[in-house]
């Protein structure tokens, strides 16, 4: 199975070590954690998954608001996993553990930089980040914590159009005077289409008043059960995906480009992005949100 393929189930049952950690964390029992992770580097030194597991006593500290712990267990993390980069590169398959090790780091760095007030400095360690690592996989992923403090205020990245399903997306450049609202969506994401009903009600209620939505989605490399396919039969695929789940919003555009989940940071999965009528990002938010949060950015515009 494809890196991309694995990083995107990255949230899905660990085993071993990480699975181990990920439990003393959920109980907030760091030294048991730190404990588990010693043992384990004693028995079979520093490898990739040992490192994917140090990671998350960085996130697990940044959720705890341990900002200080977090950036420690952060700096830790990054310089094992670059030490390893001297032998092996960040996306060959079986390296997932590394790359998703790797942009945890950063993650946790930039986002506990901006949590503790230093939100210049996180702005520009994200961007020094994004110039090092931009031609690998955890480019989307710096330029989501990059989007998040940064994005909104700023005119809107245009959207590649050249694949797509349903109808023709129209370029953002020619939707000036309306609003927007970008549905960033997977084949596989099971919350993508629990949104769907409520981007549905969006369109419905806000269509005559200029609203267009507009549901960018990309290539993962596989198809049902994570069988690896092309391009072409994937998008196949997609398009029975589509037409299953996502009936109530057949006649969205969407296009299919890698691109722009790399330049709008769609890491996570729905991310949704609102654009004002000027073309100027009102909203950017990864995960979901309610029809209640929608509807009332939506009608401050």
């Not at 507009?214 to 069988?227: L, M, N, S, V």
């Not at 296009?255 to 950017?284: C, H, M, Q, W």
């Amino acid at each position: 199975m494809k890196l991309i393929t694995l990083l995107a189930f990255c949230s899905i049952a660990y085993a071993g070590i990480v699975a181990d950690v990920r439990a003393s964390l959920a109980n907030g029992n760091f030294p048991q954690a730190e404990a588990l992770i010693s043992k384990y580097r004693a028995e079979k030194g520093v490898t990739h998954e040992m490192i994917a597991a140090y990671s998350w006593l960085g996130r697990a500290a940044l959720a705890a608001k341990k900002f200080e712990q977090a950036e420690k267990y952060a700096a830790t993390t990054k310089k094992l996993a670059v030490a390893q980069l001297k032998t092996a590169k960040l996306d060959t398959n079986p390296d997932a553990d590394l790359a998703i090790a790797l942009g945890a780091a950063i993650e946790v760095e930039g986002q506990s930089l901006a949590a503790r007030g230093q939100r210049a400095e996180a702005t520009e360690y994200l961007q020094q980040e994004l110039a090092a690592y931009r031609n690998t996989s955890i480019r989307t992923r710096i330029q989501k914590n990059l989007n998040l403090l940064s994005l909104e205020g700023k005119p809107a990245p245009a959207l590649e159009l050249k694949t797509f399903l349903g109808p023709k997306p129209p370029p953002l450049a020619s939707l000036k005077g309306k609003p927007v609202l970008l549905f960033f969506w997977a084949h596989w994401c099971s919350d993508c289409k629990r949104e769907v009903e409520i981007i549905a009600q969006l369109k419905q209620q806000y269509t005559a008043k200029g609203l267009v939505v507009i549901g960018p989605t990309q290539h993962y490399g596989y198809a049902e059960a994570g069988r690896d396919v092309g391009p072409e039969e994937e998008l196949v695929y997609i398009e029975k995906i589509r037409k299953q789940f996502y009936d109530p919003l057949f006649d969205m555009p969407v296009p299919v480009s890698e691109e722009n989940f790399r330049n709008y940071g769609a890491s996570t999965t729905p991310t949704l992005v609102l654009i004002d009528r000027k073309g100027i990002v009102n909203l950017f938010h990864p995960g979901n949100l309610s029809l209640e949060e929608l509807k009332a950015r939506i009608d401050q515009l």
